[in-house]
């Protein structure tokens, strides 16, 4: 094996590190992005991890610790944004569920007091139809009493039929009293 083939020997395979497989795609991942800003152990840890190795020389380690760090420092900055926009969401639709209470409160208070109006409505509805009924009863009894005097009184004189007429206006005045 040539010098260029064999493993550094300062450099350990990354699947011999406990790692899950998607944490070792991050390392290598990580390697190639230091490698991608320029320095000679750079470019060596970049070799290194298309190999599967880790260089653990103090130099690599420590740019890939920086380059780490940054990462971090990102998705840290990342999740406080989002946390701060799920906390407003949170607010607002908090905010928006109050005013649903308080519209919905005052519309089951306005449909309470509709259905008072209308409980009131249909009481009176009865209350006057009742009225309206006994109305019709006596009116009724009235043209009956009318027609049964007009038969009774008979075939007199237009005078006797005036003065029965007369009559039959007092006479039933005075039964409506009673």
Sequence with gaps: MSS?????TNAV???????TEDEIQILRHGQQAV????SSSSRA??????????????????????????????????LDYLMEQSQIVTLSVYDQSGQLIDNADAEIARYHDIMAQID?????FDRIRHIR?????????????????????????????HGHRSHRSHGSSGRHRT
């Design 133 to 161: 009924d006994i109305v019709r009863d006596y009116r009724r009894r009235a043209e009956e009493l009318e027609r049964e005097l007009e038969r009774s009184g008979g075939g007199g004189s237009s005078r006797r039929d």
């Design 13 to 19: 395979p990354d699947t011999q590190l406990g790692l």
């Design 45 to 78: 840890a970049s070799r290194a991890s298309s190999q599967g190795l880790l260089m653990i020389d103090s130099s690599s380690l420590s740019a890939l610790g920086r380059h780490f760090d940054r990462v971090m420092q990102h998705i840290q900055q990342r």
């Design 35 to 38: 490698a991608a800003a320029g």
């Design 120 to 124: 009131e409505l249909e009481l009176d």
């Design 4 to 8: 260029s083939q064999q493993p550094p």
